[in-house]
């Protein structure tokens, strides 16, 4: 069982940045595939990007290539997304998801889910 808690949402202007941080519980986490999502409102949940349970691959949507970066500490049981460039668009809720897996899952097949964090993009 892994519990994810994230942080470090909030309010910022067109071309600012803010970076998230999803940490998780248990001891196990260096064994999880981890994920971020997104839901805007009057949307479905989309794929923003993933990361390997070791780091040394990551993937993220074309929408946000070279703007956000997804990292994780595994010593620190985190995972990040840095979010550069930020344009309205972007407003939504960020969730962080995880897999046991060996590879990168785009996918919604993610069995944990933490509650998410509000990101607001003012023009």
């Known amino acids: 069982q892994v519990q994810l808690v994230e942080s470090g949402g909030g309010l910022v202007q067109a071309g600012g940045s803010l970076r998230l941080s999803c940490a998780a519980s248990?001891?196990?986490?260096?064994?999880?595939?981890m994920g971020w999502f997104r839901q805007a409102p009057g949307k479905e949940r989309e794929f923003v990007a993933t990361i390997t349970r070791s780091g040394d691959r990551t993937y993220s949507r074309d929408s946000v290539k070279g703007r956000f970066i997804i990292s994780r500490d595994n010593t620190k049981n985190t995972v990040y997304l840095q979010m550069n460039s930020l344009k309205p668009e972007n407003t939504a809720v960020y969730y962080c998801?995880?897999?046991?897996?060996?590879?990168?899952?785009?996918?919604?097949?993610?069995?944990?889910w933490g509650q998410g964090t509000q990101v607001t993009v003012s023009s």
């Open positions: 998801a995880a897999v046991a897996s060996r590879g990168m899952v785009i996918s919604m097949d993610y069995a944990y």
């Open positions: 248990g001891r196990t986490f260096s064994t999880y595939t």
